[in-house]
């Protein structure tokens, strides 16, 4: 088929429980659209010495993800949300709610909040086009751009993209050779062009 998650639409789900795990995948051009809350759970309550089952909700090999305005995704516990591969693709405008997701290999972009610590791996576009995305947490970029796009000379925030970190902008990597892996690119958009600046411009991206 064309994949995992092919077409789903959740409008208010809980996957998961309280005992063991799970996988969910969306995967092989699989979509999954989500404008309510889906909440991944697992708790650990093995005896000592035990394994600890934990759930993965995973993004991956051209899989895409939405989270529309009014969706919450929450990964608690000993749970994960990974997005592997740069031809994943995920669009947060709504929450998403994860203590440590430190593998974004994906496409990511939208006008949402991540809750927890992000560190990217791939494109980083806040804004859907223009706007910002927050980071609760963390932020830190291992690999790829961070693409801002600027429509007007206004410094308000209002006409070009940015993120909003609460916690710490931790890195933007660099090969042994003192070369960026990530970088920061601006992009005038909307008839606006660089001629249109002036000596003394600044814009706060993060």
Do not use: M
């Amino acid at each position: 088929g064309a994949g995992y998650a092919t077409q789903h639409r959740y409008p208010d789900t809980t996957v998961g429980g309280n005992f063991g795990g799970g996988t969910i995948i969306i995967d092989d051009g699989g979509r999954l659209e989500n404008r309510g809350t889906i909440e991944w759970t697992s708790e650990c309550r093995n005896q000592p010495g035990e394994s600890c089952d934990t759930s993965h909700f995973d993004v991956k090999n051209g899989g895409y993800l939405k989270n529309e305005q009014n969706g919450v995704i929450i990964v608690n516990d000993l749970g994960s949300l990974t997005a592997r591969y740069e031809d994943a693709v995920i669009i947060n405008d709504g929450v998403i709610v994860q203590s440590e997701w430190d593998l974004i290999y994906a496409d990511f972009s939208g006008s949402g909040t991540i809750v927890g610590n992000a560190g990217f791996y791939g494109d980083f576009r806040p804004g859907n086009p223009v706007g910002f995305q927050t980071i609760e947490g963390n932020y830190s970029h291992h690999r790829g751009r961070l693409p801002i796009e600027i429509r007007a000379q206004n410094h308000n925030g209002d006409d070009y993209d940015y993120v909003d970190v609460t916690g710490q902008v931790l890195r933007f990597r660099e090969d042994g050779q003192g070369r960026p892996l990530s970088t920061v690119e601006l992009v005038f958009t909307d008839g606006f062009t660089e001629a249109g600046l002036t000596h003394g411009d600044y814009f706060d991206i993060i």
